[in-house]
């Protein structure tokens, strides 16, 4: 993977945020595969499988849990990486480990086909890959909170044990769970995120990093209000992607930036009592980061 280059600047105030891009900003249509009385349905400990979108979906919504669907080139493929993955007991340990009740979702490409229209998952590259659906947490409902894609992309490449991931990551949007879940798959395994994800935090992350994109500038303009606003004491990263990326690509590259600037990665490798992280786009196509430690 090519070095990215490093691009940090520092200016002046915070203004209103908005965002230009907040992926899966509307609820996923719950009906959009019919069910099928075939469907299977298995259950291990609170990971349940149904293989039919429309069951699934309500299966997780009456059980207020987390829906996984896993779209595959072929129906029920043993040898799938990624449903294979799904089917051993320590990977649905793992994810049944916080009581969150899951529902686990098989689906063919054909039997997607009907999904693939749907502005929330334009992150799949057209492809099979993964998404998890928020029940649980009324924040999220019904909003996609996490992509895999399988189809590999300029510095995101799907590999199965990144499932295990999703297991664990804290209840937040698409765009901070993505960022968060970058970090966690740094080969030098930061431990940023293994304090608390502070949603007050992750608000404020979330407030810069669309200001950045609104301006289309990258800096911690602002920080010393927000640094009072904050308390204690706080840190602040950003970074930039390169353009035209999409969010897992630009998630990776974010990262990657802050590992050639040894103050940066100081912050995101170290361990803190809290955190928050977002990135978002801006009307250029690049995507700005910003990670807050307390």
């Known amino acids: 993977?090519?070095?990215?280059?490093?691009?940090?600047?520092?200016?002046?105030?915070?203004?209103?945020?908005?965002?230009?891009?907040?992926?899966?900003?509307?609820?996923?249509?719950?009906?959009?595969?019919?069910?099928?009385?075939?469907?299977?349905?298995?259950?291990?400990?609170?990971?349940?499988?149904?293989?039919?979108?429309?069951?699934?979906?309500?299966?997780?919504?009456?059980?207020?849990?987390?829906?996984?669907?896993?779209?595959?080139?072929?129906?029920?493929?043993?040898?799938?990486?990624?449903?294979?993955?799904?089917?051993?007991?320590?990977?649905?340990?793992?994810?049944?480990?916080?009581?969150?009740?899951?529902?686990?979702?098989?689906?063919?490409?054909?039997?997607?086909?009907?999904?693939?229209?749907?502005?929330?998952?334009?992150?799949?590259?057209?492809?099979?890959?993964?998404?998890?659906v928020d029940y649980a947490h009324e924040s999220w409902q019904g909003r996609i909170v996490s992509i895999l894609p399988r189809t590999p992309g300029k510095y995101?490449?799907?590999?199965?044990?990144?499932?295990?991931?999703?297991?664990?990551?804290?209840?937040?949007?698409?765009?901070?769970?993505s960022l968060i879940l970058a970090v966690r798959l740094h080969p030098e395994h930061p431990a940023s995120t293994q304090g608390s994800c502070d949603p007050a935090l992750c608000r404020e992350a979330e407030a810069h990093s669309a200001h950045q994109a609104r301006i289309r500038r990258q800096g911690h303009h602002g920080w010393d209000v927000r640094a009072q606003r904050i308390g204690g004491a706080a840190s602040e990263v950003c970074a930039e992607s390169w353009e035209d990326q999409d969010l897992l690509d630009s998630c990776v590259d974010c990262v990657a930036s802050w590992r050639q600037s040894s103050g940066h990665w100081r912050a995101v490798s170290g361990r803190h009592s809290a955190y928050g992280y977002d990135i978002r786009r801006g009307s250029n196509g690049i995507w700005y980061a910003t990670g807050i430690f307390r």
């Open 1 to 132: 993977m090519p070095a990215t280059p490093l691009r940090w600047f520092f200016a002046c105030s915070l203004s209103t945020a908005t965002a230009f891009l907040f992926v899966a900003s509307t609820p996923l249509p719950a009906a959009s595969i019919s069910s099928n009385a075939g469907a299977a349905v298995r259950t291990a400990g609170v990971v349940q499988r149904i293989d039919a979108y429309a069951a699934a979906t309500a299966a997780a919504r009456d059980a207020a849990g987390m829906l996984l669907v896993s779209i595959e080139p072929q129906v029920g493929d043993p040898t799938d990486a990624a449903g294979s993955r799904l089917e051993q007991p320590d990977v649905q340990e793992r994810f049944a480990a916080d009581g969150t009740p899951w529902i686990f979702c098989r689906l063919g490409l054909h039997e997607a086909a009907a999904l693939a229209g749907d502005p929330g998952l334009v992150e799949m590259r057209g492809g099979p890959g993964i998404f998890v």
């Open 156 to 177: 995101y490449r799907f590999a199965p044990h990144h499932i295990d991931e999703l297991a664990s990551l804290p209840s937040a949007s698409l765009t901070q769970r």
